[in-house]
């Protein structure tokens, strides 16, 4: 596989896993008074201020031969999946924080009508919370997508940097610049930055949008 | 973290048909990157076995073999770094053997003429020399024992820039961000660079030493590949590139 469809892979697997992980979470963190919700929220935004080294050594731990996974006959170093799990680590907080905040800007009351007009807790969050928080949330989708495009420390410390294997987009332009390929380099870097500056144009138009839509409340809570 | 371990378990299942293609995975010493792709063609060419190569420090390599990293060859560029994993029962038995010497140079970077001996490096001029990291880089550690034996390291200590390996020396002298590089003669282009060859007394000879790894499923590929580099057509090759043959 070529380093741009490597890195495809990487990013479409990462980013399903962060949104199967992160759109859940997002939703306790703003929603729910969670037991210790401040910690937890607390570790997963560490990836975002942490030495892409210091994440890269815990996945070395974490999947190693030593590690919990490997116990189980899971083997992910040196493997396309290492570098799925190093991309999804490091994306996750960016959608778990805009998602937080989009789930916290839908009025309360919207949901509570939809409770009284005998909605199930299930249909109250598919049907008026997931709605009004889309705009936000797929903003959260986009900064993880990209931010798990790009990841390259803690993936070159994890799965490498085997072409055709693991060697990713980040890491290929590494490699030709070790190697002196500057024409290579250039076209990927050329490539890589107007994916970024696509991604996050996007992620503009997404969030000026969603408060061009921010409802009005229509149901005070309370009242005389 | 924990929440993606199931995700990551189910993909596992998925990755198992790329990972059984029938290509020959070499780690090789980052002062082979010149001669790799010739390498590489000529043994597919005659064995009809495609190779991969994974550059780095033969440190760095060593380490990533240690921790599991799929490799079927490993081409140091020295011999302690086999050392390491023959202690630790990690090499198919009776497979090392010494392919090349590899030679330290003084490449010219941002200051246009090399430095004509060693000792010249000394000069205040040389604000920035770069080595490969000593700790890992077989070629950064050669260069320290010559500074060492130059009785110069201690001058140069605080411009020394460290490189992440000998590829990286080199490619920090063309962008012309250090004054010169302890660099290594394989990656060395007349249309390029301008070097001086340091003498191999200088140091520790760079037993650029190749083996097999053990418990992968392509031994006898790996084998092929060992026995070519070390043969009539792989020695062809790398005297072209400038290695003192063994």
Redesign the interface.
């Known amino acids: ?1 070529s380093p741009l469809q490597l890195s495809g892979l990487v990013t479409v ?1 990462a980013t ?2 962060i949104v ?2 992160g759109v859940p ?1 997002a939703w306790l963190l703003a929603r729910q008074r969670l037991p210790g919700g401040v910690l937890i929220e607390t570790l997963i935004l560490l990836p975002l201020v942490l030495p892409p080294s210091v994440v890269g050594y ?1 996945l ?1 731990m ?1 999947l ?2 030593a590690g ?3 116990a ?1 006959g ?8 290492g570098a ?2 190093a991309s ?2 490091v994306g996750l907080p960016l959608l778990v924080k805009s998602g937080k905040a989009a789930f916290a800007s839908v009025d309360a009351a919207l949901e509570d009508a939809a409770r009284v007009c005998g909605s199930s807790e299930w249909e109250v969050f598919t049907r008026v919370t997931l709605p009004l928080a889309r705009r936000g949330l797929a903003a959260g989708v986009v900064l993880a997508a990209a931010r798990a495009f790009g990841e390259f420390g803690a993936t070159l410390m994890v799965a ?6 693991t ?1 990713t987009l980040p890491l290929a332009i590494y ?1 030709a ?4 390929r500057y024409a290579d380099a250039h076209t990927l870097v050329l490539l890589t930055s107007v994916l970024a500056f696509l991604s996050l144009l996007l992620v503009a138009r997404l969030e000026r949008d969603s408060v061009m839509v921010r409802p009005h409340p229509v149901m005070p809570r309370g009242g005389p | 973290m924990r929440a993606l371990i199931p995700v990551a378990a189910l993909l596992v299942g998925c990755g198992s048909n790329t990972s059984g293609d029938a290509h020959l995975l070499v780690a090789a010493a980052s002062d082979l990157s010149g001669v790799m792709p010739a390498l590489a063609a000529a043994f597919e060419a005659a064995h009809g076995v495609p190779v991969v190569a994974t550059m780095g420090s033969s440190g760095q390599l060593a380490q990533q073999i240690l921790q599991g990293a799929p490799v079927d060859v490993f081409l140091s560029a020295d011999a302690g770094s086999v050392d390491q994993l023959e202690a630790r029962g990690r090499l198919e038995p009776g497979t090392r053997a010494v392919y090349a010497i590899g030679s330290l140079v003084l490449l010219a970077g941002r200051i246009s003429e090399p430095p004509e001996t060693l000792g010249a490096v000394a000069e205040t001029a040389y604000a920035r020399v770069a080595l490969a990291n000593p700790d890992h880089a077989p070629y950064g550690a050669a260069a320290r024992q010559a500074l060492e034996a130059a009785g110069i390291l201690e001058a140069v200590a605080g411009r020394l820039v460290i490189a992440e390996n000998v590829r990286q020396t080199v490619q920090f002298a063309e962008t012309r961000s250090v004054d010169v590089a302890i660099a290594a003669l394989s990656l060395m282009d007349s249309t390029r660079h301008r070097w001086t060859v340091v003498p191999a007394g200088a140091h520790e000879p760079l037993a650029q030493t190749a083996a097999v790894i053990a418990g992968r499923p392509q031994t006898a590929s790996a084998r092929a590949f060992v026995g070519f580099l070390t043969g009539e057509q792989g020695r062809e090759i790398l005297a072209r590139h400038r290695f003192t043959l063994p």
């Open positions: 596989m697997v399903t896993a199967a992980v979470l815990y070395l974490g190693g031969e919990p996974l490997a189980v899971v083997r992910l170093l040196f493997t396309w999946q799925a799990v999804a680590v490498g940097s085997i072409p055709g294997r060697q490699d610049v070790q190697a002196g």
